[in-house]
Structure formats: C-alpha cells, structure tokens
C-alpha cells in the first residue's frame, strides 16, 4: 500500500480514507468490528469520524460512531496499528456547539472517553466557527497538541479565504496550523473544490481527505433512472442532483473505462482522485466485506494519463 503523509503533520496514511459514519448507523457493531478487522488486514488503516455521526439516524444522539470504534480498539488492542481521525463543532446538544475553547476542551475529552484512547491522530473543525476568533479556537488546539491529546489538526468545510486567513493566524501567533483540508470533491462535485481551495492546499502543503468521494454512490453506477430512487435512503437526493445530462455523461465515461480496466466505474472513480497531485487519501466508506474489496482494489488501480485526461473531459462544468 502506498503511504502519503497527512500535510507537514509526518503522519503516514494509506491511499485511501474509511469513513466512519457508517458505524452505529448503517452497520451493526458486529459488522463494524469485521469491517475494522479487515481495514487492519489491508492496510488501509485510516477512519475518519466525527462526534456527531450519526445523530440523524432514529433513536441516535451522536457520539454512536467513536462508540463503536473505542468498543473495538478495547476489544482487538490495535490502537498502535489504525490512525484516528474525528471532528468536532457540529450540534451535540444545548450548548455543545462551535469552537469556542471552552467547547473544545470538553468536546475532546468527550471524544477520547467514547474512543477510550488517550490520543487522537487528527482532530478536526467540522464547520467554520465565524463567532470565535480564530485565534481563541487555534490557541486551544495547540494546547491540545501540547498536552499530546492530539497529534495534528484539521479544518472540515471551510471556504478559501478563511482558511488563507486561520494559516496566517497560526504563523502570526506560533500556533499549532491546520495540516488538513476536508472538502466536498468528486468527478461530479469539481468546481468548489478546483476553484479556489486546491490552489491553498497546495501552496501551503495541506493533505487533503475529500468526502463524498463517489457523489452519495451515484458515480458506482448504481442510480441511472429514476426508477433508482428506492435504492438507498438518499436515492431521491441522489436522483435530484446528479441525474441529469451531465451526470449521464460522467457515468458513459466511467462504464468505457470500466470495461477497459475491466473493473467497476466505483474503482475507477475512485482511481481518478487518487491520482491527483493535490489529494491525500479520498474518504470512501463500506457497509460490508464485499463492498471493502472493491475499495482494496481501487488502491491497486492505475489509470493511463490519456483515460484521466478523458474523464476530466466528461465531467467538465458546463
């Protein structure tokens, strides 16, 4: 498996990103704890969580998914052999919200305690926080990096000039600076990405774990009519905003490369981000052993410069 490191953090992560909010929601504990076993077994070592995943699922509060990963990490002791990475800022709860330090403070030990870990990899700003200054939010997670709580940190949905803004903040102050970005991107969802945010990244050496890397599964192939709605829970969102002249044409692309690969158009999306410059290690996640496989596969794959060139064509804005 080829390793890349996470930002300046020297934090060595695998090509892809196994997004946790599939625990505690999607899958059962059982499952998470098969699904983990095998992420260990492959390499591909590197789960991406949040605090708040998945208080929108029924009978959920959030904290479900750390829950379930601490259960593990107690159960397998294989704290040393995975990398963590959660987030913090989304709504938990009457006055758990933002990054105010004192939030920060109590959100972290909140996390450590459901992931029974004394560190966290890569802690995260799940959403720009204007209310407090940055100054305040990145004075408490240098703390944080000083006490060894956490390793490095991270900015989730943040837009170009404010991030621009919290890295100079950072070298003004000699705080700790955000070694990640996590933004939306994928052969449908380019132009907020490429506009603006890949320039910073770049510049200023950022690793970048995009998510929705396979557009909510429409770029699988899966959803092609609407007929496809019932397919999952979103697939009236997914059908809503990707069905569409332009998303047909992305999906003839990716099916004449996944028969000239011989493999899905899932693997070869998934391919086509991993082989950009400015990305770290797409998020992707998997709901079972056989879905996992597709994802181990797609590390392996290598595209000819000509099919990138052809898929950067067919899924060109306007």
Known sequence: ???????????????????????????????SFSLLDALVANQLNFIDTADVYSSWAAGNKGGESETVIGNWLKKSGKREQVIIATKVGKPMGAG?????????????EDSLRRLQTDYIDLYQSHDDDRDTPLTETLAAF??????????????????????????????????????????????????????????????????VINFFSLASGFL??????????????????????????????ILAALDQMADKYRTTPAQISLAWLIARPSITAPIVSATSLQQLDELVGATRLQLQAADIRALDEASRVG
């Open 220 to 249: 699988t192939g899966k959803y092609r009519s609407v007929k496809d709605i019932g397919k999952s829970q979103r697939g009236d969102t997914i059908v809503t905003r990707y069905l569409n002249p332009r998303g047909l044409r």
């Open 96 to 108: 758990k919200q933002g990054l105010s330090p004192r939030y920060i403070r109590q959100a972290v």
């Open 142 to 207: 240098d703390e944080l990096i000083k006490a060894g709580k956490v390793r490095a940190i991270g900015a989730s949905n943040y837009q170009a000039d404010r991030l621009v803004e919290a890295l100079q903040v950072s070298e003004q102050n000699g705080l700790a600076r955000y070694d990640t970005l996590q933004p939306e991107y994928n052969l449908y969802a380019r132009e907020g990405y490429e506009k603006a945010l890949e320039a910073v990244a770049q510049q200023h050496g950022l690793g």
């Open 1 to 31: 498996m080829i390793k890349k490191e996470l930002g300046r953090s020297g934090i060595q992560v695998p090509a892809l990103t196994f997004g946790g909010n599939v625990f505690g929601w999607t899958v059962d504990e059982a499952t």
